[in-house]
């Protein structure tokens, strides 16, 4: 049977020296190693033994009392919260280690805040008891106040007789189990079994504590893991997976690593995708950096194939193909990439689209009239490490201009666009009507376009088409989103139309319509909590206000305050500097992408953009006379189109 356990932490907690201790303990590794000593079995990758943190999610594999764990590490920087996230969906627990010395950071409450979402129960581990001044039963009432009431000192417990507490928070949380105690029927295996389920159920989070360091509450947590934990059984039925990360070997294959939920997966198989299907090459089993062929993958596995081609972290596979929906952790800030001229842009752009193949939320955009390229990104540090990627993998040399805010685009009111791409010997058509959807809702698509006027394959690729590229606004080139694409209307022609005319049209029609839209600009609207001494609430309170910021009301403790609200990140972006000093060092402030909303000074932006749509995307179509194709602008194609236009439009 098999457990997925993941492991996270704000940065240097100790995560990365734990989880030595736990692979050492279990017999995974001969000898745990240590950060400072550049010799991690887990940071296996030369940048995160240079740099002494951990950037990309990794695997180790052991057995433990007949149980086979997946042990799942994570980064800890905040600028890599995307690649954790992609990590949480196939975790079945969770490890969540603190720092003893410093107690909860920010980083720890937006950690949590995920696994809530994702629903995953969670262990805690006080790390660093060793360190002067560490006052675990301070930590532990401050994870109650501040993370959830139900978490649990399970010191000394990890089997046997359970402590009378224990047994009273157990039956607090189980009515029928409230009965039994009060007629003294405590019979060790139903309440162990209990208490196992509340863990699964989220509703009581086990803490331990200890020294990673020293070795120290190791051996306790492992046990305490294995007793209070569910295997996945082999669940029969269909295969079904969930991909988490896409990477590429030294050889250049494309490797797909996924969950499997359900039945089994050998080598040879063919499989569902969302956009198709594949056969599965080979399957490998990874330990750290070294891999082993698996010849069959069951359920609750992590594993990676190759020749997945379309596969994608976040989608389903198998049984169950389909996407994912968008993120949480998604990027609120974008770059220019420069270069040197002697290099090709072809060669960036190849470079960078395989960096966006395994971290989808860079989106590379290019700019179509300028060539030059944009990414988006969550930090300063990303950028130190994608930089650092270019030159150690491609031979490449790279810098970013200034971090922006990433701002996005969408419309106002339904608005139909047509795409038509005839050059000679190729041939189709599309009438498309873009809708503006819910927020937060992003590019969705239907048809109300009929099979016997447009073959159902042609349909689907045209959906295929749609999101297969981020599609820019016309206002100042932003990614295009909460907007329903429909298909009205298509053409093809049976010796002339191949796949890619669709592609054309697709682009062309969308774009279209976005010349005759109402566009909006949208500006991304951040969700933050801040702790911080009384002493600096009306400092604080003073830059919340003139930032505009849409306050909760004001927890106020005996000695400190908390905030929460929602505040534009344009203006909230550089605030933590000032926040420091105003707590004087001691103040926590963490905050996340929560929406985007019409932006405050959208005329002023748009302006500063100078953004021209005609030298970008083109909204223009191509038809053909006399044999040879020509190029009609785009306020011209619906007087050329061949599909009926909707009464009304011309």
């Given at each position: 049977m098999n457990k997925v356990i993941g492991i996270l932490a704000h940065v240097d907690a100790g995560k990365t020296t734990f989880s030595e201790q736990v692979l050492f303990h279990t017999g995974a590794i001969r000898t745990a190693g240590r950060v400072d000593h550049k010799n991690a079995f887990m940071d296996a990758h030369p940048l995160e033994r240079q740099r002494g943190i951990t950037i990309f999610s990794d695997q180790a594999s052991f057995e433990?009392?007949?149980?086979?764990?997946?042990?799942?590490?994570?980064?800890?920087?905040?600028?890599?919260?995307?690649?954790?996230?992609?990590a949480v969906?196939?975790?079945?627990?969770?490890?969540?280690?603190?720092?003893?010395?410093?107690?909860?950071?920010?980083?720890?409450?937006?950690?949590?805040?995920?696994?809530?979402?994702?629903?995953?129960?969670?262990?805690?581990?006080?790390?660093?008891?060793?360190?002067?001044?560490?006052?675990p039963e301070a930590v532990i009432l401050s994870l109650r106040q501040r993370l959830s009431a139900d978490v649990f000192d399970m010191q000394g417990f990890?089997?046997?007789?359970?402590?009378?507490?224990?047994?009273?928070?157990?039956?607090?949380?189980?009515?029928?189990?409230?009965?039994?105690?009060?007629?003294?029927?405590?019979d060790p295996v139903l309440w162990l079994d209990c208490l196992r389920g509340l863990v699964a159920e989220r509703q009581l989070f086990p803490v331990y504590c200890g020294s990673a360091l020293t070795d120290k509450g190791i051996d306790e947590f492992l046990k305490a893991l294995s007793l209070l934990t569910k295997a996945v059984k082999s669940a029969g039925g269909p295969f079904s997976g969930l991909?988490?990360?896409?990477?590429?070997?030294?050889?250049?294959?494309?490797?797909?690593?996924?969950?499997?939920?359900?039945?089994?997966?050998?080598?040879?198989?063919?499989?569902?995708?969302p956009d198709g299907s594949a056969k599965v090459n080979e399957l490998r089993l990874y330990h750290g950096a070294k891999f082993s062929p698996l010849p069959c993958a069951e359920a609750g596995m992590l594993c990676a194939a190759a020749n997945l081609p379309d596969a994608r972290p976040g989608d389903y596979i198998g049984e169950a193909a389909g996407r994912k929906n968008p993120f949480r952790s998604e990027p609120m800030m974008a770059v220019s990439v420069i270069w040197a001229k002697e290099i090709p842009n072809g060669k960036i752009l190849a470079a960078l689209r395989e960096m966006e193949d395994e971290d989808p939320t860079l989106s590379v955009m290019v700019n179509e009239g300028t060539g030059s390229?944009?990414?988006?990104?969550?930090?300063?540090?990303?950028?130190?490490?994608?930089?650092?990627?270019?030159?150690?993998?491609?031979?490449?040399?790279?810098?970013?201009?200034?971090?922006?805010?990433?701002?996005m685009e969408t419309i106002a009111a339904p608005s139909i666009g047509v795409g038509h791409y005839e050059p000679l010997r190729h041939y189709a058509e599309v009438q498309l009507r873009l809708v503006p959807g819910e927020r937060g809702s992003g590019i969705t698509f239907r048809s109300a376009c009929h099979v016997d006027t447009l073959a159902l394959n042609w349909q689907r690729l045209i959906q295929t088409h749609v999101f297969e590229k981020t599609h820019k606004g016309v206002l100042t080139g932003a990614p295009l989103t909460d907007v329903c694409v429909e298909l009205l209307c298509g053409r093809s022609h049976l010796?002339?139309?191949?796949?890619?005319?669709?592609?054309?049209?697709?682009?062309?029609?969308?774009?279209?319509?976005?010349?005759?839209?109402?566009?909006?600009?949208?500006?991304?609207?951040?969700?933050?909590?801040?702790?911080?001494?009384?002493?600096?609430y009306g400092r604080v309170m003073g830059d919340l206000t003139r930032m505009y910021a849409k306050l909760?009301?004001?927890?106020?403790?005996?000695?400190?305050?908390?905030?929460?609200?929602?505040?534009?990140?344009?203006?909230?972006?550089?605030?933590?500097?000032?926040?420091?000093?105003?707590?004087?060092?001691?103040?926590?402030?963490?905050?996340?992408?929560?929406?985007?909303?019409?932006?405050?000074?959208?005329?002023?932006?748009?302006?500063?953009?100078?953004?021209?749509?005609?030298?970008?995307?083109?909204?223009?179509?191509?038809?053909?006379?006399?044999?040879?194709?020509?190029n009609v602008p785009w306020n011209e194609v619906r007087s050329h189109a061949h599909c009926p236009l909707p009464d009304g439009i011309m």
């Open positions: 433990m009392d007949g149980d086979r764990y997946f042990w799942l590490d994570t980064p800890g920087h905040a600028d890599f919260s995307t690649e954790m996230e992609r969906m196939v975790m079945d627990y969770a490890v969540l280690i603190i720092n003893g010395a410093e107690g909860i950071q920010s980083h720890t409450e937006t950690v949590w805040g995920l696994l809530k979402a994702y629903k995953v129960p969670v262990f805690i581990f006080i790390n660093k008891t060793d360190r002067t001044g560490c006052d990890h089997g046997g007789t359970m402590p009378e507490a224990l047994i009273e928070a157990v039956a607090e949380r189980d009515e029928a189990l409230l009965d039994r105690l009060m007629e003294d029927d405590v991909v988490y990360k896409v990477r590429h070997d030294a050889q250049g294959n494309r490797l797909c690593f996924f969950k499997v939920l359900s039945g089994s997966l050998s080598p040879r198989e063919e499989v569902r995708l390229i944009d990414l988006h990104v969550m930090g300063a540090i990303q950028l130190e490490i994608i930089k650092q990627l270019m030159a150690d993998r491609y031979g490449l040399s790279i810098d970013f201009g200034p971090m922006r805010v990433l701002y010796k002339h139309t191949e796949g890619g005319d669709f592609r054309q049209c697709t682009y062309r029609g969308i774009r279209n319509a976005l010349m005759y839209a109402e566009s909006i600009l949208l500006e991304p609207i951040c969700r933050f909590t801040l702790r911080a001494p009384e002493d600096c909760d009301p004001p927890v106020m403790d005996s000695d400190s305050f908390t905030l929460t609200g929602e505040v534009a990140f344009a203006l909230f972006s550089g605030y933590l500097t000032d926040f420091m000093a105003a707590s004087h060092g001691r103040g926590i402030l963490n905050y996340h992408l929560d929406h985007y909303e019409p932006c405050r000074n959208a005329e002023e932006i748009i302006a500063a953009a100078n953004y021209n749509p005609l030298a970008d995307d083109t909204p223009d179509s191509v038809f053909c006379a006399k044999g040879a194709g020509y």
